[in-house]
């Protein structure tokens, strides 16, 4: 794969476009607490899927691995009724940045470190779960 590839180009254009709509939505998800609707966190998980997706068909490692990680905090904000805590919302926020970053330089992502972000959504959801802020 090289730059000028035409499906890694398409794929990094889209991915730029849902990684701003992700992060609307997570600023948006932050402020209306328990009355989020459906719609608003079905998009977004929708957005997180979309791009573990299509780095995995690109074989894009490091990329799909933080989505994925991403895509499952949002599916237990979705279907298990995770509180999204402010904690939560910023290590989201910190891996969709960490995620622009590697798809700005998609052709050395797989050589970056995703570990910070990683544990960051980890520990989010830990302490959420146990009740701690």
């Known amino acids: ?17 849902r990684l701003d709509h992700l992060e609307e939505g997570l600023l948006n998800l932050e402020n209306c607490t328990s009355e989020c609707t459906p719609e608003l966190i079905n998009s977004i998980f929708r957005d997180a899927h979309s791009i573990k997706a299509g780095s995995n068909l690109l074989k894009l490692k490091r990329i799909e691995e933080l989505s994925h990680k991403l895509e499952n905090v949002l599916e237990m904000i979705r279907s298990e ?33 995703i570990r910070l972000q990683k544990t960051m959504l980890e520990v989010s959801v830990q302490r959420a779960l146990s009740g701690e802020n």
Do not use: W
């Not at 999204?84 to 970056?112: M, Y």
């Open 1 to 17: 794969m090289t730059t000028g590839d035409r499906l890694l180009d398409i794929f990094q254009e889209e991915t730029l476009e």
């Open 81 to 113: 009724g995770l509180i999204p805590t402010e904690l939560i919302i910023t290590a989201s926020l910190e891996a969709v940045d960490k995620l622009r970053v590697l798809i700005e330089d998609i052709l050395n992502s797989d050589s970056k470190s």
